[in-house]
């Protein structure tokens, strides 16, 4: 682990995009990501589309340049299959490379990255630490060199936004949480919430 930085008490938010081509789905992350909940910007973590899967490439980049116009954007790679984030062979450091260079071919700039399902090892971290992406894939962590830690989720931070806070937040939650009205409702009072409590953390 690098050296830990110290943050003074602020926040960051990011979505999982697991199913960007999904229409639902893809129509309450933009209402969201326009309406800026608590006065954060909603860092999108996309997966790129999987043709093996009939995922159309045209509209998932008219989407990712949509979202990646408005804040930070950043890489979600699901090892496997769009329905599958860990990996189950192959080389896990190789396929970041891939998708982080197909992604800079098509004019995108990921910055951040957090591996699906949560993986990682020492090749992936090594890779990143190359391709200058931020690892949001650590959990419950201070933040440190090239490491911004993901914090909390949906529940997590309904529960702590009315107690105590720890200075450094990385709240997160996924697109098909916004399809579920409830939910919906509890990642907006959260971040409305949390938006009264940090200010926002100035992504790389």
Do not use: K
């Not at 933009?30 to 589309?49: H, K, N, T, W, Y």
């Not at 702590?160 to 709240?171: E, T």
Request: proline share 9%; with cysteine; glycine share 8%.
């Amino acid at each position: 682990m690098r050296d830990s930085v110290p943050t003074p008490p602020a926040a960051i938010v990011s979505c999982h995009l697991e199913q960007p081509l999904r229409d639902d789905a893809w129509e309450r992350f933009d209402e969201l990501q326009r309406s800026r909940p608590g006065g954060f910007d909603v860092i999108a973590l996309m997966r790129p589309p999987d043709a093996a899967f009939g995922e159309d490439e045209e509209r998932w980049l008219d989407r990712a340049r949509t979202a990646s116009s408005r804040a930070p954007f950043g890489l979600h790679t699901h090892w496997t299959s769009p329905t599958h984030a860990r990996p189950t062979g192959g080389d896990p450091a190789a396929r970041v490379r891939r998708e982080a260079e197909w992604m800079r071919a098509q004019g995108l700039e990921p910055r951040l990255f957090c591996g699906g399902g949560w993986y990682t090892d020492d090749n992936v971290r090594r890779t990143l630490r190359e391709l200058d992406l931020v690892d949001c894939t650590v959990r419950d962590a201070e933040p440190s060199d090239g490491v911004l830690p993901t914090t909390h989720s949906v529940g997590q931070l309904a529960r702590a936004v009315l107690g105590p806070l720890p200075a450094y937040v990385h709240a997160y939650f996924h697109d098909y949480d916004l399809v579920d009205p409830l939910r919906r409702i509890a990642v907006i009072a959260g971040l409305r919430l949390l938006g009264r409590r940090r200010p926002q953390l100035s992504a790389p």
